[in-house]
């Protein structure tokens, strides 16, 4: 079967740095998306990676190795605002999103 | 804002009642989605359709019925449903569901409970 498994919740404080990482065992990859929920809204598209390596969007950077199923989103200088659910989504051969149950992280002043 | 509308945000219906979720996106996306999201629980696709073909039914009960009238649209028709059918569901679109890596854009949900 097909898994993505993150850690449920997280816990970190105002300023610091904090990676969540994901897990996968998928048929096939076409990429693999991070997405920010808040509670109450709409996900949204944080980032995507396709090949292996470090992609870096201001605070927040996301890291893929494919040989290992493994992915992390690195989130420096964390803001009260940061507090939310990180969804990681898979793209397998048929081009479908397997989805995580994403982690909820928890920003303590 | 996303692009992606959806309405109502809330709903309480009960187990023989009929109602129908909306969807609307402004993008000029061919691809539409409907997800299930419960807590603490992955994300479900439900149905996909592209170009207002549905493309994927992923073993949805027939007590959830959509229906997409054009590529902007996309509605979910809820009939007789189970208490367990509670959950936030998620429409979400995107340029199109093959051969392009590129993300979905989500609406904020409609929280449905059915009591």
């Known amino acids: 079967g097909q898994n993505i498994d993150q850690p449920t919740e997280m816990t970190a404080t105002e300023g610091a740095i904090v990676q969540i990482n994901c897990t996968y065992q998928?048929?096939?990859?076409?990429?693999l998306f991070w997405y920010q929920q808040h509670a109450g809204e709409a996900p949204t598209f944080l980032s995507y990676?396709?090949l292996d390596g470090l992609e870096e969007k201001g605070r927040f950077s996301s890291f893929l190795s494919r040989s290992k199923g493994y992915s992390y989103l690195l989130l420096k200088e964390l803001q009260m605002k940061d507090s939310a659910s990180y969804l990681c989504?898979?793209?397998?051969?048929?081009?479908?999103?397997?989805w995580g149950a994403g982690t909820k992280l928890i920003i303590k002043p | 804002e996303t692009g992606v509308t959806q309405t109502p945000r809330h709903l309480v219906m009960g187990m023989t009642n009929k109602k129908s979720l909306k969807c609307e996106q402004h993008?000029?996306?061919?691809?539409m989605y409907w997800y299930k999201q419960s807590a603490k629980k992955p994300l479900e696709l439900m149905f996909v359709?592209?170009?207002?073909?549905?493309?994927e039914n992923n073993s949805v009960p027939s007590r959830f019925s959509p229906e997409c009238p054009n590529s902007s649209h996309l509605f979910l028709h809820l009939h007789t449903l189970q208490p367990e059918d509670s959950a936030l569901y998620l429409c979400?679109?995107?340029?199109?569901?093959?051969?392009?890596?590129?993300?979905?854009?989500f609406g904020q949900g409609t929280r449905l409970t059915v009591v």
């Open positions: 998928t048929s096939g990859f076409n990429g």
């Open positions: 990676n396709v």
């Open positions: 993008l000029g996306h061919n691809a």
């Open positions: 989504a898979v793209m397998d051969s048929n081009y479908q999103l397997i």
């Open positions: 359709y592209n170009f207002k073909e549905q493309t």
């Open positions: 979400a679109s995107s340029p199109s569901d093959r051969g392009e890596s590129t993300e979905a854009f």
